[in-house]
C-alpha cells in the first residue's frame, strides 16, 4: 500500500521539508543571532550570500505543501475502491485513526505555508530585508508542525490494510451522527444558507474596504477564517444536498468524485486559495509600520485583497450555479 506512487509522493514532500527546515535551523539560529544588514563584516556577507540560497529552498518545500493538500485529498478519494464499505474519501480517511488527524494538520500546514510565504515576498521587496529574523523565527516554530504532518501521514499510510471493512460517508456526515460533523450536518438549510451568503458579503465587503481605504486589514483575514468555516458548514447543511439531489446526503468528499464531475474542486480551490490570500492580509499586517515596508505592505496586501474577493465570488457563483441546477426543492 505504501509503495503507491501518491503515497511516496506525499511523504516525500513532506519528509524533504522536514529535513530542509532541520538543516536549515542551526543557520536559522545563526541568522536571528548575528543579522545586521548595516554591518560589513565577513559574517554578514556569508549570511547574506547563503541566505538567498536557503529563502529559495524553503519557498520550494513550502510551495509543495500548497500542493501536498490536493494531492492528498485526491489520492484518498482514488483509494477508495480498495477499501471494503468506502464510497469516497471518507472511507479510506476512516480505515484507521490517523486518517483524519493526517488530513487536518496537513490543512493546517497548507495555510501557516502560505502565509510564510507571503511574508518572504514582503520582505524580499524591502531594501533592507527587515523580516529576516522573524521569517526565520518562523520557519523554527513551524519545524514541529510539518514533523507532525510527516509522522501522521507516515502512520496513516503504513497502518492501511486492504483487508479491513471501513465506514462510510453517511455514518460521519448525518444530523445523526456525533461530534462536529453531525452537528454541522443538522444545522437547519435556512440559517446555514443565511450564515453562507452573510459571511461570504461581509469578507468580500472588509476586503474591497481594505483596497480602498488600506484599513481594517486584520478584519480581511478573521472574516477569511470565519468565511471559511462558514462555508465548510453550508457544504455539508445544505449544498451537498442540492448536488446530490438527495435530502440526507451530506458528504463534503463525494462532490470530488468523477460522476459527479468533479464539482468538488471547482468549490474548494477558490475556497482555500481566497482564505489563504485572506489570511496572508493579517500576517502582514504587523510589519505596515517599518519604514522600508510602508508602501510594500498596503500595496500586497491590496493584490491579495483583490485575489481573496476574486476567489469568494467564484466560490459564491459556483455554489449559486449548483443550487439554480439541482431538481432538489429544499426550501419553499
Known amino acids: 500500500m505504501i509503495f503507491q506512487p501518491s503515497i511516496i509522493a506525499l511523504l516525500l514532500a513532506s519528509g524533504l521539508g522536514v529535513g530542509m527546515l532541520l538543516t536549515a535551523t542551526p543557520f536559522a539560529l545563526q541568522v536571528i543571532r548575528y ?6 563584516s565577513e559574517l554578514q556577507l556569508t549570511l547574506e550570500r547563503r541566505i538567498y540560497l536557503f529563502s ?13 493538500l490536493l494531492l492528498f485529498v485526491f489520492n484518498a478519494d482514488r483509494m477508495a475502491v480498495m477499501f471494503v464499505g468506502a464510497m469516497c474519501a471518507v472511507g479510506t480517511l476512516n480505515a484507521n485513526s490517523y486518517g483524519f488527524p493526517a488530513l487536518s494538520a496537513q490543512t493546517a500546514m497548507f495555510f501557516l505555508a502560505s502565509m510564510w510565504l507571503t511574508i518572504n515576498h514582503v520582505d524580499t521587496r524591502g531594501r533592507d530585508y527587515p523580516l529576516v529574523k522573524i521569517k526565520y523565527g518562523l520557519l ?3 519545524l514541529p508542525m510539518l514533523a507532525a504532518v510527516l509522522m501522521l501521514q507516515w502512520r496513516y499510510f503504513s497502518g492501511l490494510r486492504t483487508d479491513i471493512i ?5 455514518s460521519l456526515f448525518s444530523s445523526e451522527a456525533h461530534g462536529l460533523s453531525g452537528d454541522l450536518s443538522a444545522l437547519p438549510p435556512g440559517l446555514a444558507l443565511i450564515a453562507f451568503y452573510g459571511s461570504l458579503t461581509l469578507v468580500v465587503g472588509a476586503a474591497v474596504f481594505y483596497s480602498r481605504y488600506r484599513r481594517g486589514g486584520y478584519v480581511v483575514a478573521a472574516g477569511s477564517a470565519a468565511a471559511m468555516f462558514a462555508a465548510v458548514a453550508g457544504i455539508l447543511s445544505f449544498l451537498s444536498l442540492y448536488l446530490y439531489e438527495h435530502p440526507h446526503h451530506h458528504c463534503p468528499f463525494c462532490i470530488l468524485k468523477p460522476e459527479y464531475d468533479y464539482q468538488g474542486y471547482w468549490l474548494y480551490v477558490p475556497l482555500f486559495t481566497a482564505t489563504a490570500a485572506g489570511l496572508g ?3 502582514i499586517q504587523p510589519f505596515r509600520g517599518m519604514a522600508s515596508l510602508s508602501d510594500i505592505v498596503p500595496e500586497v496586501s491590496v493584490r491579495l485583497a483583490a485575489v481573496a474577493v476574486g476567489g469568494y465570488l467564484l466560490f459564491a457563483a459556483i455554489a449559486t450555479l449548483m443550487v439554480g441546477r439541482s431538481n432538489l426543492i429544499l426550501l419553499e
Open 35 to 40: 543579522w545586521d544588514i548595516g554591518s560589513g
Open 56 to 68: 529559495t529552498l524553503v519557498t520550494f518545500v513550502l510551495a509543495l505543501q500548497l500542493v501536498s
Open 140 to 142: 523554527i516554530a513551524m
Open 166 to 170: 471501513t465506514s462510510c460517508c453517511g
Open 281 to 283: 492580509i493579517g500576517a
